[in-house]
Structures are given as structure tokens and as C-alpha cells.
């Protein structure tokens, strides 16, 4: 894959550890919707240190083709991120599988953001890595994230019970596949 990809709008964007203040910022001006729909996180994430480690060894994983994730920054507004997707448990070999996650600001929810940068980055995945399946969980009730994964070409495949721990516990989550039309 590569470390950066543009779209109409987007450039897409895997980040170092210089961007912490950046990606900082992003997680702080989402955390109310990220920390809703998420696990709980250690006590020190919101802080640059925290994120300038966990960048760090996000690049070092990219390097190693274990996991990807990218940040999107708006052709607008090109020192802001609006939104991030990641592929993660990238299984290889006769699997050729991973999971994705994303998320987007809520101020630029519902203008077509997310379909712009995960439709490319699926592409990507597809073709560069030769990805057989991906996966991606969401919780049964958000309509957007089930709306999304729809307009990509996700198909429902089941609930997945008691799969995630969340702040109430253990939730289910319904789990969305899309096979390599190549495949």
C-alpha cells in the first residue's frame, strides 16, 4: 500500500509520530461520538504522548504490512483531519483477510466523506495487498455506519454475539463482509 492516497476532496494519509499534536486533536474533537461507539481507552490517550507512541508503532506496523491506518485531511482545509479507516488483523496466506474500522468528525457526517475515502481505500486493499475478504462490526443500531458499509458493497453476514467490550460490557455487534470481486 502506499502512504498516501488522494480522492475528489481527500487526501488520505498514513501519519509519524511528528503528527501527535494533529491526531491529538482529531480524537479530542470527536471523543463525545468516538467514546460512544468504542472501547475504552487507557487513561492517558488523550494526551500527545500517548498518541506520539501509538503513531509510532501504527507506521513501524505499516512498514511491516500488519496493520494500516490512514488519516483523511480535507482538500479544504488541508491541516485538519476529518476522519480515519484502518484495516487491522491482516491475516495473509490462504486467509487474506482483515478487518476494517473508521470514523469521521460529526460535523462532516452525511456530505459523503466516508464513502470517498473507504471506497479508495478498499480499492487499495484489494489490488496492492490482494485482500480475499474484509470484515467491519457495527453496533445493530447505527444506521449511518449500516448505511455506509450498504453504499460500499458490504453484505450483512451475521450477528456477532457478545464480541466487543464496550463500557457496559460485552455487546453484539453486526458483522458486514465484502469479497474481492476479483476473487
Known sequence: MNFEYET???KLTVLNESYADCVLRFYTDGRDVFDAIEPVKPANYYTAEFQRANLQNEFNAFINGAYMRYFWFSKEK?????GTASFSNILRSAYRSCHLGYKLLPEFH???YALEAVSRLVTAIFEEEHMHRIEAYTLPDNIS???LLTRLGFEFECTARSVIMLKGGFTDHNRYVMINPKD
Open 145 to 147: 455506519s449500516i448505511s
Open 78 to 82: 488541508p491541516g485538519q483531519i476529518i
Open 110 to 112: 452525511k456530505l459523503g
Open 8 to 10: 475528489s476532496r481527500l
